[in-house]
C-alpha cells in the first residue's frame, strides 16, 4: 500500500512537471501516464472506508494533492466527512468545540447583516473551508468590557491579558479621541505588535441604550471616534460589535435576550438576526457587579469579618457566593463555606454567600431603588411579545448571562423559575436560561467566532477607505 502511495505521489508531480517541459518529452510523459494508470487501478480492489483511513492519515495537505490524481479519488476526498474529521482534530486550538464551528460557518460566514433563516444558507463544502480557514489572517480581538478590558490573538485559546476598560482609562477628563488613542496604544504595546499587522475586533460595551435621536447621536459619535483612532494608527480593518451581540453569538444563537451585569449596571438587551432591538426598548437596571461586591462588604462589615481590600471581598464573591433557588429555604440552612484568600488567609461566610446575588432579584436588600432582574426580563419579554416582529415568539424566548457576575452559581434556574412564574403560560413556555457559556470572557469568544470565520475579515470589517466613505457606517451597535 505505502508503495501504491508513493507512485501516486510520483504521477503527481511528473504531472505538474510536464506541464513546463517540452513537447520532445511526450512519450516519456505517456509512459508514466500508463503506470499511473496501472497503479489507480490497484486502489479500486481497496475497499472504500480502508482508502478513507489511509486518507485520513495522510493528513488534510496530502488529501488535497489526492484530489488532483484522478475523478475517483477526488470523490472521496472532497467527502464532507472527511474534512469536519481534519476540522475536528487540526484544529482544537482555534476552535475546541465543534458545534461553535458549525454555528459559525452556517450563520455568520456572509457577514451582517446575517440570513434570517438557516434554511437559505447554501449547502457547505468542508474541504472548501479548510482551505479558506487556513487563509484567514487571525486578528487582534478587544473585549472593551464595562469593568475590565480582556485582549488577545484570535488563534489562541483564551485572552492573554487584561487592562482597564477605555471607558474608564487615563484621564476622564480629556477629549475622547486622547483616551481612545492612549488605550489602544497601550494595548498593542502590551501585545507587542504593530497595529497594521491585523485587523481587530472590538467588543463595545452597550450604552446609550435609547433609541431616541440623542442616543443614537452619541453612538455614532462614539463609534467614529473608535474608527479613527484605529485607522490613524494604522489598523488595516476593524469590526465593531456591541458586546450583547457576541455573547449571544457565543452561546450560538442569533437571536434573543441577553443580560449583561456590567460593572455598575445590568442590561437586558432584545437581539432579533444579530441585530440589538431598540425600538423594542433596551432595560437597565442601575445593579451591577460593583453594587454586588459592595453589598458583600457591607455583610462582612455587619459580621465583624476583616478584610484588607476590596479585590479580597471581589474574590471571595467569584469563589463562595451563589444564588440560592428559594431566598427563604436556604435561610433556614447550614451554608458554611471557607476560602483561603491570597495574602490573608481563610475566611468563612454562611448566609452572605446566597444574600449577596439576592439583591439581583430583590434590590430593596441593599438599598437600591429598582425592578428585580426577573421582572426587568418580562418586561422585556412582553415588550418582544407586543412588538410581533416575526410570526414566532420563540426568538426572544432564549436568555443568554454574560458579564463576570452573571457567573453566580445558581442565577440562571433561579432566573427561568421566576420568568415561568411571572410571565402567562403563553408567553413562559419554551423559555431557556443559559448561564454564561465562556465565564467572564464569553464576548471575547464570540469575537473569536468571528475572527476565525472562513470568510473572515471581508464581509464583517470595515477599511479606512469604505470609513472615509461611510459605506459601513450602520454596523450592529
Known amino acids: 500500500m505505502t508503495t501504491l502511495i508513493r507512485k501516486v505521489w510520483e504521477s503527481v508531480s511528473s504531472r505538474k512537471g510536464s506541464n513546463t517541459e517540452s513537447t520532445s518529452s511526450s512519450s516519456s510523459s505517456s509512459s508514466l501516464a500508463t503506470s499511473s494508470t496501472a497503479c489507480l487501478g490497484a486502489f479500486d480492489r481497496v475497499p472504500t472506508d480502508l482508502l478513507m483511513q489511509i486518507v485520513r492519515l495522510v493528513g488534510p495537505k496530502e488529501a488535497a494533492k489526492l484530489s488532483a490524481v484522478c475523478k475517483a479519488w477526488r470523490c472521496l476526498v472532497s467527502d464532507n466527512e472527511l474534512w469536519i474529521f481534519f476540522l475536528q482534530n487540526q484544529k482544537k486550538q482555534e476552535e475546541p468545540h465543534w458545534d461553535s464551528f458549525l454555528f459559525s460557518e452556517t450563520h455568520l460566514r456572509s457577514g451582517y447583516p446575517l440570513q434570517p433563516f438557516w434554511s437559505q444558507m447554501p449547502q457547505l463544502s468542508f474541504m472548501a473551508i479548510y482551505g479558506q480557514r487556513e487563509q484567514v489572517p487571525g486578528s487582534v480581538i478587544i473585549d ?7 485582549f488577545g490573538w484570535s488563534k489562541y485559546a483564551c485572552p492573554s491579558g487584561r487592562s482597564a476598560t477605555f471607558l474608564e482609562f487615563g484621564n476622564v477628563e480629556s477629549p475622547m479621541y486622547s483616551r481612545l488613542r492612549h488605550f489602544f496604544v497601550t494595548i498593542y504595546s502590551r501585545m507587542q505588535v504593530k497595529p497594521s499587522s491585523q485587523p481587530v475586533v472590538l467588543s463595545i460595551p452597550i450604552c446609550h441604550y435609547d433609541d431616541t435621536e440623542s442616543a443614537k447621536a452619541s453612538r455614532r459619535q462614539l463609534k467614529e471616534a473608535i474608527y479613527k483612532v484605529l485607522f490613524d494608527i494604522n489598523v488595516p480593518a476593524v469590526c465593531a460589535i456591541n458586546q450583547a451581540t457576541l455573547a449571544l453569538f457565543a452561546a450560538r444563537r442569533t437571536s434573543g435576550i441577553v443580560v449583561n451585569i456590567g460593572f455598575q449596571v445590568t442590561s437586558i438587551v432584545p437581539i432579533l438576526n444579530g441585530k440589538v432591538m431598540r425600538k423594542v426598548g433596551v432595560e437597565v437596571m442601575g445593579l451591577g457587579a460593583l453594587k454586588l461586591t459592595g453589598f458583600l462588604r457591607e455583610l462582612m462589615q455587619q459580621n465583624n469579618i476583616g478584610f484588607e481590600s476590596l479585590y479580597t471581598v ?86 443568554v448571562l454574560s458579564g463576570g457576575s452573571a457567573c453566580l452559581p445558581g442565577l440562571a434556574g433561579r432566573l427561568e423559575k421566576e420568568l415561568h412564574g411571572l410571565l402567562p403560560p403563553s408567553v413562559s413556555k419554551g423559555i431557556t436560561v443559559i448561564p454564561p457559556p465562556y465565564g467572564a470572557d464569553t464576548a471575547w469568544f464570540g469575537a473569536k467566532l468571528i475572527s476565525n470565520v472562513s470568510t473572515f475579515p471581508g464581509p464583517w470589517c470595515m477599511t479606512r477607505k469604505q470609513f472615509r466613505q461611510k459605506s459601513k457606517a450602520k454596523l450592529m451597535w
Open 144 to 150: 472593551g468590557g464595562s469593568g475590565y478590558c480582556k
Open 314 to 399: 471581589r474574590t471571595l464573591k467569584e469563589n463562595l457566593c451563589y444564588v440560592a433557588a428559594d431566598y427563604e429555604a436556604e435561610l433556614s440552612k447550614n451554608t458554611q463555606a471557607s476560602f483561603e484568600a491570597t495574602g490573608e488567609g481563610w475566611f468563612t461566610l454562611s448566609k452572605e454567600r446566597f444574600q449577596t446575588g439576592e439583591i439581583l432579584f430583590q434590590p430593596r436588600l441593599a438599598g437600591v431603588r429598582t425592578m428585580g432582574l426577573h421582572q426587568a426580563v418580562a418586561l422585556c419579554m412582553d415588550h418582544c411579545h407586543s412588538a410581533e416582529l416575526t410570526d414566532d415568539d420563540a426568538w426572544f424566548k432564549t436568555v
